[in-house]
């Protein structure tokens, strides 16, 4: 299993105010980070703050939507002045189509939506605050992708993803391949940036049908937030181990 890193710092997570997110941020905090918890509705982030704060947790709100250039760059101003760096970034906020999604049918504003949430949000975000990255002693990235994202899985006979899906599963194939991308232009710089898969899940997304809680699929993410600096690099992770691209 992955080993982990004691040393603690200031992390953020996008799309925390619920779901896999909200435990991401929970679970960082129990481990005595100071969390930033990036919510693109500021009364529902201010409530999720409230709660971690009363379970313990060093938790403060970032006001963010990954699609909105000024709010991403609101959020860098809000990381610098409180740490002057972050240590760990989480791209966990994201979004779906509502299913079945054939592509025959798919409305091109939701894959635009999708495009937009799940993928350049995640570029937008990360360019923004890896300066403030690059000033932390051991900086991490974590991608929030998905099993159904693995073209390895997705052509394997016999492996059960769900139904077919035109517009989500693609938005994270790219989201993978961009992470690999990241992870070779940062290599050797101790920035490690890593894709998570939190299994299937039970929240908004999927309308509550996953089979995990949102405490068992945030573990991943909370892992490979922790990496120690001879962790991996540019590759996928979910709790049994590394998922095939
Ligand atoms: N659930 C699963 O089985 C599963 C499996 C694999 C991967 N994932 C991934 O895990 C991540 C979290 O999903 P979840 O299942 O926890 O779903 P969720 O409960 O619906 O949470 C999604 C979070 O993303 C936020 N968000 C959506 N669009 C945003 C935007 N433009 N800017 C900022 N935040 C935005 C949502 O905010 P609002 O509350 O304002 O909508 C919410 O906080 C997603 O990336 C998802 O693709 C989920």
Known sequence: ?????????IALVTGA???IGYEVAAGLGALGWSVGVGARDERRGTEAVAKLRSGGADAFLVPLDVTDDAAVEGAVRLVRERAGRLDVLVNNAGTAGGWPEDPSTLDLGTVRRLVETNVIGVIR???AMLPLLRRSD?????????????LTLQTTPGVDLGG??????PTKTHLNAVTIQYAKELQGTG??????CPGYVATDL??????QTPQEGARIAVRLATLPDDGPTGRLFDEEGEVPW
């Open 1 to 9: 299993m992955l080993a982990v890193m004691s040393e603690k710092g």
């Open 17 to 19: 105010n619920k779901g």
């Open 125 to 127: 975000v990360t360019n």
């Open 138 to 150: 051991h900086p991490r990235i974590v991608n929030q992708s998905s099993h159904v994202a693995s």
């Open 164 to 169: 077919v899906s035109g517009a989500y599963a």
């Open 191 to 196: 920035v490690l940036v890593n894709g998570a």
């Open 206 to 211: 999927n309308g509550f049908s996953g089979t």
